[in-house]
């Protein structure tokens, strides 16, 4: 909206504990090509507790707005890009707004969660001639880049299937439990909202799409009846001032970070929603393992499956080709809600976990006639794997890094949202799901 303008204005909707990486990068790393001008949401103690941090940072306090003035945000701030961190129901909603008033739009993962929610985006892009980017951060990681070289560069030959386990530890299973991602009709499941990045990871490895999607998945861990079962102490509908719950590697102590409780207890007053609700509550929707086929245009078959109640967090993924075989092992660090969880390793010392930070990766390629070898990785520092930092050089700066196109726009997206979508109809039928027939690109 000001084309002439050399700085690029930025507001963000949906100001929770995600829309702080983007803002924090704007103004410590990037105020000589990007300014935040405006915050929205739906809870103005939230936006105030945001303003707060902004100013702890040293910029400005920005002008804040009601999620029912957001076309006045984008006017009056002459934004040119909108950023959408809101619950996952509503990304389409604000992508397809902030388009239709002009503006591109970025928005976290996933991009939305139905069939029909992705149509309206995928016309509302054609119609406006405006652009939708998603913010798939796993892509930029460099050791996911590395595998992405490896595959194009035929080491393994043509691959024909493809293996992934992706589990999530306790701490990190539980977190999605315990928020709005607890019900299917905001979040999609974590089908959606967190094997999106996997199934997109797949996406970019292969550099294809997918045509047939196969999922069965259960709630085996989590939610009321499964804790009765295993006659576990019921305690209640959330953590807060619970004696019982102190001891609880389950509980999550809003109260006791400053942050988080100034985001989301503070803020409890103007909306009702409890950020500390019980994961062995009632009324879970989602499911907590899933096991899955997935189908794909070049042929290739993947088998996935994940679980978010295991004792550490990481994933193993193999490729089978013509010419070999290629592994790669990752362990990542343990997951807090703050994102800045503290940790004590066993030599005593106090050591910084970073929320998706990776503690060791293996590479090893398998030729089909000749010895195995390892892979060098240089590691990157930064969340998600040290993908986060790369991925806002490229967003805000245009950067690019490498020869592998990393960047994410509306079909990649789309592509990722088909795939849980597929999920969600698989288990329903119990038949596979001819995903790219759900939409017209």
Not at 32 to 37: M, N, P, R, S
Request: hydrophobic residues 35%; aromatic residues 10%.
């Amino acid at each position: 909206m000001s084309p002439s303008s050399t700085i690029t204005r930025y507001v963000i909707v949906g100001m929770g504990v995600r829309s702080s990486m983007y803002y924090e990068s704007i103004i410590r790393d990037f105020k000589d090509v990007a300014k935040l001008v405006g915050i929205c949401d739906t809870n103005q103690t939230r936006m105030n507790a945001a303003n707060d941090h902004i100013a702890e940072l040293g910029a400005e306090r920005v002008p804040t707005y009601k999620d029912k003035d957001f076309d006045k945000m984008v006017q009056e701030q002459k934004a040119d890009v909108v950023i959408v961190t809101t619950i996952d129901l509503f990304h389409h909603h604000y992508c397809i707004r902030a388009m239709e008033l002009g503006c591109d739009a970025i928005t976290e993962k996933p991009m939305t969660i139905d069939e029909e929610k992705l149509q309206a985006m995928i016309d509302a892009e054609k119609r406006t001639g405006k652009q939708i980017r998603v913010l798939f951060n796993y892509r930029y990681a460099p050791h996911h880049t590395k595998v992405r070289e490896l595959i194009d560069s035929g080491v393994i030959g043509d691959i024909s299937t493809v293996h992934m386990d992706w589990i999530l530890d306790c701490p990190h299973g539980a977190d999605f439990m315990r928020r709005w991602h607890r019900h299917k009709e905001t979040s999609g499941g974590i089908q959606m909202h967190k094997s999106i990045h996997h199934f997109d990871l797949v996406h970019f490895w292969l550099n294809t799409e997918p045509e047939l999607v196969y999922c069965l998945g259960s709630l085996r861990f989590y939610g009321k009846e499964n804790a009765e079962k295993r006659g576990e102490k019921n305690l209640g509908e959330r953590y807060l001032n619970n004696q019982d719950a102190k001891q609880d590697p389950f509980a999550f102590q809003l109260g006791e970070n400053e942050r988080m409780k100034k985001l989301y207890l503070d803020a409890e007053h103007e909306d009702g929603y409890i950020r500390d609700r019980n994961c062995f509550g009632e009324d879970i929707t989602i499911e907590d393992n899933l096991s899955m086929i997935i189908k794909y245009k070049n042929q290739a078959v993947l088998t996935y499956n994940t679980y978010a109640y295991a004792p550490w967090e990481g994933y193993r993924c193999v490729f089978n080709g013509t010419k070999g075989r290629l592994e790669i092992n990752v362990v990542e660090s343990g997951y807090s809600p703050t994102g800045i969880p503290v940790q004590k390793d066993p030599s005593g010392e106090e050591k910084q976990y970073i929320q998706g930070g990776v503690e060791n990766t293996k590479i090893v390629v398998y030729p089909m006639f000749d010895e195995p070898y390892v892979v060098d990785v240089v590691k990157q520092e930064g969340t998600h794997g040290g993908g986060d930092p790369i991925l806002l050089r490229d967003v805000l700066l245009g950067e690019k890094k490498g020869d592998v196109d990393r960047a994410a726009f509306i079909r990649d997206g789309g592509n990722a949202v088909l795939v849980g979508v597929g999920a969600n109809h698989s288990m329903k039928s119990g038949m596979p799901v001819k995903v790219q027939d759900l939409v017209r690109w």
